[in-house]
């Protein structure tokens, strides 16, 4: 049974940091492309970051520079560390992953999502 479990979230100030993790389990980790996305109330769901099956990541213009995602293979999750949070950045954070399965289907997952909350 595939699970994404998100954790990490909750309520910081203007100017702080957390750190989301996302433990995954059920299917190859180490072969999906991992992504954080995040939706704020009245909001479409938009892509915060990305993570390729070999590292690569890529970032929203609107939050490079202050959000790192990174991913342990052998612990089967990925992270995203958030610096210079803004009130802007209050969402409902989701892991997501994406790839195929040992037939070649391809499949995405998705979490149930975690809450950051940023106001002084």
């Known amino acids: 049974q595939v699970q994404l479990v998100e954790s990490g979230g909750g309520s910081v100030q203007p100017g702080g940091s957390l750190r989301l993790s996302c433990a995954a389990s059920g299917f190859t980790f180490s072969s999906y492309a991992m992504n954080w996305y995040r939706q704020a109330p009245g909001k479409e769901r938009e892509v915060v970051a990305t993570i390729s099956a070999g590292g690569t990541t890529n970032y929203a213009d609107s939050v490079k520079g202050r959000f790192t995602i990174s991913r342990d293979n052998g612990k089967n999750t990925m992270y995203l560390q958030m610096n210079s949070l803004k009130p802007e950045d209050a969402a409902l954070y989701y892991c997501?992953?994406?790839?195929?399965?040992?037939?070649?289907?391809?499949?995405?997952?998705w979490g149930q999502g975690t809450q950051v909350t940023v106001s002084s």
């Open positions: 997501n992953a994406n790839g195929y399965d040992w037939i070649r289907i391809k499949r995405v997952y």
